[in-house]
């Protein structure tokens, strides 16, 4: 017998071939390459103050970085303090929104409920912060003296110099982490309605027909077939919805009233973030101050891509599970 | 072998009308308007006499947990505990949402309305802000500037994201392997880079490093930076969906990989490209962050992106409402309405081109030919019947035979009416 030997096929690339990987390849290496030089580019800049301060970094609460005395350790948890109010708000708003859009919505408003949805999350940050600045931070006051009397007990509803006064002045509430994570909340709530709308929509109709046809009701379908299948996108979303939260920069600034000491009162006026921070001290740094303030961009940084990366892993591992 | 079939009459079984699944009954309505009823009564009694909280936002909270504690009594009177739980799942799923479009959309209107107060100002649009004082009216002074710097910015920051993003999109796609899937997860992690981030990495490059003084194209660098990897996610994602069988064939046909994906994915994409495209500059457009660390401020007007600092609308707005004086607040707001104006009207562009496929467009053209046809037989009617009653009426110029003339085209045109409404009803 003749043996069977597989013909060796030979890819003969002409010139065309070989220009178009060259161009596809050295793209993706360009994106590659200013993506790593971000983190690369800030760490050099920050090396300075970083090798100045050493570890007090992670632990000073004070930004003076001319008297060598600076540190985020006030700042980061401001951020973090920030991005929770506004993701414990956002989630059972996008959650809400989400199992709205993709199990009660009438058919015809579907499509364009959703587009608004992705409308909403290409408005600029600036006009958000013109909102919370001059029109909730005034109706909300109400709302958190509320909280701080009714729970006042707990500490972080705690508000320092509030007394029942009638005639005293609101300005303890104002400028506060709870009003800057209410207008971040907003911000992140598209973005979190959309991924999880999406996970949600991926159910399968099996499922859920089963569960309607056995005699569930609505409430009995979503809460056996959709929220499990959704898990993943619900939990993904809402990391992505924090690496929003933890970054966002303008809204926040026009809102708070900066301080740079762990401030764990959320309803009292005074608040801080990495952000904030920068686009506040960037205009009268010095070589120095500039380099601590790249610091600090680079612990942003990294905090948002340690957010992000496992957001998306969740993200990426419920579709795959979900479509099998 | 022969099978009988029983055949029963089919007018016997369609008397019974179909049984109504999930039409509303009385009692539904019933207990809603009552549980609305009963929580505004309830809130005002508390908010006349004992107040708890002030204020419009809490007399709503108030009213809707009053409403839904009401609800669900009502509910619970005729249904067992399971539709309960239903139905205050069904209501809170359903103020969750109108919540959250009411407030967005109140966002935008908000800027809009408080803009109007700037917008009527023609000057507004034609001048720049360098005479202009904090003090002067809103007929002094304008955003000129402001529009010039994020024209010319964005367009930079396409020059350099376009090329670039589409090239990794298709590098991306086309080009598989372990090296590919890296730079793909690195590109998904960059898509939520704080935008602050992008402005600190080009100050530290292009000005502290190469020397580049604040300007526009610092900006321009920062704002790319941002944009590249939202347009890399969003084209990578269209070309996906590009038949793989249309691009082997074009490949069988002896095609080699440039011309296929010139001549074939590309254009197959397009419209998806686009949208992935304007996206990208809508969110690129908005961003204050990178430009305020990169570009510096001027009041002056700036058209050269290469030598001094160059505003942009997103940072115009920042600064102008920075001031306490209203008229400078009022500039701000006339600023941020159009700045959501542009970028509204990009995204429904987007939305059009994107949502255009290759059945939509022929069913498009073949309905604009339809009602082209339409319009010519209607015109033709039209002159047919005048140029009919046309003579008629000149010949006779009694009052009365002429109102009958008239009656008769009146007439006419209702016929006509009528048969194209029914034509178009039918379609």
Redesign the interface.
């Known amino acids: 017998m003749n043996d069977d030997k597989p013909r060796s096929l030979k890819m003969v690339?002409?010139s065309?071939?070989v220009?178009?990987?060259t161009?596809?390849?050295?793209?993706?290496i360009?994106?590659?390459v200013?993506?790593?030089?971000?983190g690369v580019?800030?760490g050099?800049?920050a090396s300075q103050a970083l090798g100045e301060a050493g570890l007090s970094f992670f632990w000073t609460q004070a930004w003076e970085p001319d008297a060598n005395n600076f540190g985020i350790a006030a700042v980061l948890i401001g951020t973090f303090i920030i991005a929770l109010v506004a993701v414990t708000i956002a989630l059972?708003?996008?959650?809400?929104?989400a199992?709205?859009?993709s199990?009660?919505?009438p058919r015809g408003l579907k499509q364009s409920?959703i587009?608004?949805v992705?409308?909403?999350a290409?408005?600029?940050?600036?006009?958000?912060?013109?909102?919370g600045?001059?029109?909730l931070q005034g109706?909300?006051?109400?709302?958190a003296?509320?909280i701080s009397r009714?729970f006042g007990w707990i500490p972080i509803f705690a508000v320092d110099g509030f007394s029942d006064d009638p005639l005293s002045s609101d300005t303890v509430f104002t400028a506060s982490s709870f009003i800057a994570g209410i207008v971040v909340a907003?911000m992140i709530?598209?973005i979190m309605?959309s991924i999880m709308r999406e996970v949600f929509s991926q159910a399968p109709v099996g499922e859920r027909e089963g569960a309607l046809g056995l005699g569930a009701?609505?409430?009995?379908m979503?809460r056996s077939v959709v929220l499990p299948f959704g898990k993943g996108g619900i939990i993904g979303g809402t990391m992505?919805g924090l690496?929003?939260a933890?970054?966002?920069?303008?809204a926040v600034y026009?809102i708070i009233s900066p301080v740079f000491s762990i401030q764990p009162h959320i309803l009292q006026s005074g608040a801080s973030s990495i952000?904030s921070l920068?686009?506040l001290k960037?205009g009268e740094a010095t070589t120095f101050g500039?380099s601590a303030?790249?610091a600090a961009?680079l612990a942003?940084?990294f905090v948002?891509?340690v957010v992000?990366?496992g957001a998306?892993a969740i993200v990426a591992r419920s579709r795959s599970g979900a479509s099998s | 072998m022969t099978t009988v079939v029983n055949v029963t009459a089919p007018d016997e079984t369609s008397k019974d009308s179909p049984r109504r699944i999930g039409a509303l009954r009385i009692s539904d309505v019933l207990s809603l308007v009552g549980a609305v009823v009963a929580s505004i009564s309830m809130t005002s009694i508390i908010y006349i006499y004992l107040a708890?909280?002030?204020?419009?936002?809490?007399y709503f909270?108030t009213a809707y947990v009053l409403f839904l504690v009401a609800y669900a009594l009502l509910v619970s009177f005729d249904e067992n505990m399971?539709?309960v739980?239903?139905r205050m799942?069904?209501v809170?799923?359903?103020?969750?949402?109108a919540?959250?479009?009411v407030?967005?959309v109140?966002?935008?209107v908000?800027?809009l309305v408080?803009g109007a107060e700037a917008l009527p100002h023609l000057n507004f649009f034609t001048q720049d802000m360098s005479l202009a004082g904090p003090l002067d009216p809103l007929s002094d002074g304008g955003i000129i500037h402001a529009i010039t710097g994020t024209l010319i910015q964005i367009s930079i920051a396409l020059a350099i994201t376009i090329?670039?993003g589409l090239?990794?999109a298709?590098?991306?796609n086309?080009?598989p392997g372990a090296?590919?899937r890296?730079?793909r997860?690195?590109?998904?992690?960059?898509?939520?880079?704080?935008?602050?981030?992008?402005g600190?990495?080009i100050?530290?490059?292009a000005i502290?490093?190469f020397g580049l003084n604040k300007s526009g194209l610092a900006a321009a660098l920062a704002i790319s930076?941002m944009m590249?990897?939202i347009m890399?996610r969003a084209a990578d994602v269209v070309l996906r969906l590009v038949p793989s069988t249309l691009k082997e064939a074009s490949l069988g046909l002896g095609a080699?990989?440039?011309?296929t994906?010139w001549r074939v994915t590309l254009p197959t994409a397009r419209s998806g490209l686009v949208t992935a495209i304007i996206?990208a500059t809508?969110?690129g457009?908005?961003?204050?962050?990178p430009v305020?660390?990169t570009s510096g401020f001027t009041a002056a007007f700036n058209a050269d992106p290469l030598h001094g600092p160059m505003v942009s609308l997103?940072l115009a707005?920042?600064q102008f409402?920075k001031s306490p004086e209203p008229t400078m607040?009022a500039r701000?707001?006339g600023t941020?309405a159009v700045?959501?104006i542009i970028?509204?009207s990009l995204?429904l562009v987007a939305?059009a081109i994107g949502g255009q496929t290759v059945a939509k467009k022929v069913k498009a053209r073949e309905r604009r030919e339809q009602w082209k046809r339409d319009v010519r037989e209607i015109y033709h009617a039209i002159a047919a019947t005048l140029a009919k009653t046309d003579g008629r009426v000149r010949n006779n110029l009694s009052s009365a035979s002429r109102r009958k003339a008239l009656l008769r085209i009146r007439q006419q045109l209702a016929y006509i009416r009528s048969r194209f409404r029914s034509k178009g009803n039918k379609r």
């Open positions: 690339s002409d065309g071939d220009v178009y990987r161009v596809a390849r050295t793209g993706g360009i994106v590659l200013i993506m790593t030089a971000i580019f800030l050099f800049r059972p708003l996008s959650l809400g929104t199992l709205y859009i199990e009660y919505a409920l587009t608004l992705d409308l909403m290409a408005i600029p940050s600036v006009v958000f912060g013109l909102w600045f001059f029109s109706n909300i006051i109400d709302i003296k509320w009714t907003l709530t598209p309605t009701t609505m409430w009995g979503i992505l690496g929003r933890l970054g966002e920069t303008i026009m952000s920068i686009a960037y500039m303030l790249m961009g942003l940084f948002t891509l992000n990366f998306s | 708890p909280v002030g204020g419009v936002v809490g909270a399971t539709t739980r239903d799942v069904l809170a799923v359903h103020s969750l949402a919540t959250v479009f407030t967005l109140f966002v935008v908000f800027a408080r090329p670039l090239t990794t298709i590098f991306l086309e080009i090296f590919t890296f730079v997860t690195i590109v998904e992690a960059m898509t939520a880079l704080p935008s602050i981030v992008s600190l990495f100050y530290a490059t502290l490093m930076v590249l990897p890399i080699n990989n440039w011309n994906m996206l809508a969110r457009i908005g961003e204050t962050s305020l660390l997103p707005i920042f409402v607040i701000g707001f941020a700045l959501m970028v509204v995204f939305r």
